[in-house]
């Protein structure tokens, strides 16, 4: 188990603080209140404790999150307790998802697929494939199927973090997918905090140290194409 795969399995609460940080511009929540406005149902791929899930199911629509760690999903459904929309979560893996076929709308990834490029580092454009198969499966003809993944975190300018990442976003690109740049900063609610959090997931509280700021820069890619 790697150090991301034992922060999903063990340290959910935690990563809900850091993830609850984000987007202080709002420029991801506005994506997501557009894809919102024309769908009515998603399948949130690798939901995590519910960043995605969650302002979408507020937004009224019928939402199906999956991810392979049971944490993850005992926090999302703690968030999830108070909204009064459709919302149903299940353990699964992106490769094999337990949704029916032309089910969703809308399918959103965030921040799942790269991992393969570590975890499967010699078969990841394979894994990758069966992936987007499944999300071209679960997700309705004309339906729209959105990968959001990192672009770089305590940098001022966007790119890939790493030569597995940067194959990654080319290989979606290659299969159809645009590319726009999203703006995600941390506003932490201290120095102190945003060094422990960030060198605790990224080891990049050096950052802080540096700057003084509670204040991160952070760039999200958002890859988008309609199925």
């Given at each position: ?86 919302w149903k979560l299940s353990v699964g893996d992106a490769r094999d998802l337990p949704v029916s076929d032309g089910w969703g709308d809308v399918a ?99 950052w802080g140290r540096q700057h003084n700021e509670a204040l991160v820069p952070e760039f999200t890619g958002w890859w988008e194409r309609t199925r």
């Amino acid at each position: 188990m790697n150090h991301f795969q034992q922060i999903y399995a063990t340290e959910a609460a935690t990563y809900h603080r850091l993830v609850a940080a984000e987007d202080t511009r709002g420029e991801l929540a506005a994506e997501l209140s557009r894809v919102a406005a024309a769908a009515t149902s998603i399948v949130d791929i690798g939901t995590g404790t519910g960043r995605i899930a969650i302002p979408l199911c507020q937004a009224g629509m019928k939402v199906h999150g999956i991810d392979a760690a049971p944490a993850m999903l005992k926090v999302a459904a703690e968030q999830l307790d108070s909204c009064d929309g459709d919302w149903k979560l299940s353990v699964g893996d992106a490769r094999d998802l337990p949704v029916s076929d032309g089910w969703g709308d809308v399918a959103i990834a965030g921040w799942v697929y790269g991992h393969f490029t570590e975890w499967w580092p010699e078969t990841w454009q394979a894994e990758l494939d069966q992936a987007l198969a499944e999300m071209d499966r679960v997700v309705r003809s004309g339906g729209v199927e959105v990968v959001i993944d990192t672009l770089g975190t305590a940098t001022t300018e966007p790119a890939a973090p790493t030569p597995g990442l940067a194959a990654y976003h080319d290989r979606l690109e290659a299969m159809g997918f645009a590319r726009t740049v999203l703006r995600t900063d941390y506003r932490f609610d201290s120095v102190a905090e945003s060094i422990e959090l960030l060198d605790w997931f990224f080891g990049l509280g050096e950052w802080g140290r540096q700057h003084n700021e509670a204040l991160v820069p952070e760039f999200t890619g958002w890859w988008e194409r309609t199925r």
